[in-house]
Nanobody, 124 residues
Framework: QVQLVESGGGSVQAGGSLILSCVRSTYDTGINYMAWFRQAPGKEREGVASINTGSGSTVYRDSMKDRVTIVRDNAENTVYLLMRSLKPEDTAMYYC?????????????????WGQGTQVTVSS
C-alpha cells in the first residue's frame, strides 16, 4: 500500500554535510507523521527525527538536534533529512518510516512502513 524509497546517502568526510530524501509512492491521508531512523552494525535502530506532514511540527533526537533538520515537501510526497557537521559515529544505514501507530514518534516500533535504507559513511 505504502512504499518508501530513500536516497542521498554516500561517503563524506567528517564535518561534511548530506541531504537524504524519502519519496512515498502513494499518498495516504492517514499518514500524518514520517520519520528518519538509523541503524549501525551491532546496534539497535534509533530515531533521528520525525515530522508532522501537516503542521510541520518536528521532534529530534537530543544528541543530534543541533546537526540535523527534517523538512517535508507534501506536493512531492517527499521528506528530507539535512545533516551537517557529520561525525564518524553517524555512520549507519538510514531508514525512512511512515504510518505512525501512536506513542513516541522516535520509537521504531511505532511505525508500519519502512524503506530499504540508504547508507551514510563518515570518515575521519
Amino acid at each position: 500500500q505504502v512504499q518508501l524509497v530513500e536516497s542521498g546517502g554516500g561517503s563524506v568526510q567528517a564535518g561534511g554535510s548530506l541531504i537524504l530524501s524519502c519519496v512515498r509512492s502513494t499518498y495516504d491521508t492517514g499518514i500524518n507523521y514520517m520519520a528518519w531512523f538509523r541503524q549501525a552494525p551491532g546496534k539497535e535502530r534509533e530515531g533521528v527525527a520525525s515530522i508532522n506532514t501537516g503542521s510541520g511540527s518536528t521532534v529530534y533526537r537530543d544528541s543530534m538536534k543541533d546537526r540535523v533538520t527534517i523538512v517535508r515537501d507534501n506536493a512531492e510526497n517527499t521528506v528530507y533529512l539535512l545533516m551537517r557537521s557529520l561525525k564518524p559515529e553517524d555512520t549507519a544505514m538510514y531508514y525512512c518510516a511512515a504510518g505512525w501507530l501512536g506513542g513516541s514518534r522516535t520509537d521504531p516500533g511505532n511505525y508500519r512502513y519502512w524503506g530499504q535504507g540508504t547508507q551514510v559513511t563518515v570518515s575521519s
